[in-house]
């Protein structure tokens, strides 16, 4: 168990439809990571905060928002959700920010769009 | 543009033999090289890192820059090896980890 949490580990909706996903860091960790996995796409990073600050963007949509709050937990909105968007949503953390730093993943949202 | 590419999706090898999982990158500068690996119902987590030319589990991974290759090999495969292992780079103009596309290694008995 890394220590970083995620919820819900499941989430089935519809088309068009608006979801937000959760995740808690590992105590300690100021850095909090989103990242996409999907059969064709694979592995690809979103986007990462730092201490509540935007520090990085990949490949995220508009239709997706993300934010961390004062306690360091963190939330990834998505939005019009279409097909496409159903995916295995990952959450990392680190201790400081920048890829270098070991990134310890949660077990992951199951995003399913019907 | 700047890529890491695992050639194999899928590998198979038998327990006691070598295995090596080729990673290639592509990219003028230097890298930082990872790899992180997924057990079976378990999270994603760093296998490691080729700063720290460390062997983990046995495993070890040399940057070979000339040939822009990071493969991670293992001179004697055992069962607990089988799991999913994502070759991941991080590139000295970027704050993002790129992953690989991934490579299944199935070990059999």
């Known amino acids: 168990d890394s220590g970083v949490t995620q919820t819900p580990k499941h989430l089935i909706t519809a088309t068009g439809q608006r979801v937000t996903l959760r995740c808690s860091p590992r105590s300690g960790d100021l850095s909090v990571y989103w990242y996409q996995q999907s059969l064709d796409q694979g592995l690809q990073f979103l986007i990462q905060y730092y201490n509540g600050e935007e520090r990085a963007k990949g490949n995220i949509l508009e239709r997706f928002s993300a934010q961390q709050f004062p306690d360091l937990h963190s939330e990834l909105n998505l939005s019009s959700l279409e097909l496409g968007d159903s995916a295995l949503y990952f959450c990392?953390?680190?201790?400081?920010?920048?890829?270098?730093?070991?990134?310890?993943f949660g077990p992951g949202t199951r995003l399913t769009v019907l | 543009a700047q890529r890491v590419t695992q050639p194999e999706k899928l590998l198979s090898v038998f327990k006691g033999a070598p295995v090596e999982l080729k990673c290639n990158y592509s990219?003028?500068?230097?890298?930082?090289l990872f790899w992180y690996v997924q057990y079976s119902r378990q999270r994603l987590q760093l296998l490691l890192r080729h700063i720290s030319r460390e062997s983990i589990k046995g495993f070890t991974a040399d940057l070979n820059k000339g040939e822009t290759s990071f493969h991670l090999k293992k001179p004697f495969a055992q069962e607990e090896d089988s799991a999913m292992y994502y070759c991941?780079?991080?590139?000295?103009?970027?704050?993002?980890?790129?992953f690989g596309a991934g490579t299944t290694v199935t070990v059999r008995a």
């Open positions: 990392a953390s680190s201790v400081l920010p920048g890829g270098s730093n070991e990134q310890f």
């Open positions: 990219y003028s500068g230097s890298p930082e």
């Open positions: 991941v780079s991080l590139f000295s103009n970027d704050y993002k980890l790129s």
